[in-house]
């Protein structure tokens, strides 16, 4: 009977131990699962962080950007705007005069600040101090200025030979002496004529060749 009670007790024993060690170890697996699900809620609150920062970092790029762009269509320019480069006159030669003189004549309107050359090439004059026999420069009304040239020799053209009076619209100046006396001979001259405006400010310049024969 005794037996039969410690047998009974003992089995008893062995299953409390058996049950408690199965409760142990199923605590166990919970502790171990519950610590890596918190490990993977915190890998993922780490990628939401840094996905987040990277996203307001580019936000705030574009607006910098798309306000610099906005300053730059709105601040006024201080710049002055290009000027057009004037075009410079052709200068007429024994070659193209003829050509120029049929492009002259053929404009109807002359624009303000340009002028339409009148003259003959070749200038006579007896001697160099006389007056020549037929220089011609004219002033058509068809020009918008008064004029006056400078006449140089071809290879000094800072000391003029002869300065010319004002010639209004209109009118022609002929059988005017050189104010530097030549020696007899044919010379190839520069005429640089100066339009003006009515204070006598030069306003643009035509350069023009003509050939100046002292005949003795």
Known sequence: MALQQISKRDVEARERRTIQKKMGDTKDESQKTGNNGKGSNKALIILGIVVGIILIALLIVVIVLLLKKNDQSTAPTNQAPAQEEKKREVL???????????????????????????????WHFPK?????????VENLTENTNDVYFDLFLADDQENP??????????????????????????????????????????????????????EG
Not at 161 to 173: D, E, K, R
């Open 128 to 136: 160099g101090d006389a007056a020549s026999t037929d220089a011609h």
């Open 92 to 122: 007429v030669t024994d070659n193209n005069v003829e050509e120029l003189v049929e492009e002259m004549q053929q404009q109807e309107y002359v624009p303000q600040g340009y002028y339409t050359v009148t003259q003959n090439y070749e």
């Open 161 to 214: 030979i002869y300065q010319s009076p004002v010639i209004p619209l209109g009118a022609a100046l002929e059988k005017f002496k050189l104010d530097t006396a030549l020696d007899a001979g044919t010379y190839d001259c520069i005429i640089v004529y100066h339009l003006i405006d009515e204070n006598q400010n030069s306003l643009s310049t035509v350069s023009m060749t003509v050939t100046v024969i002292v």
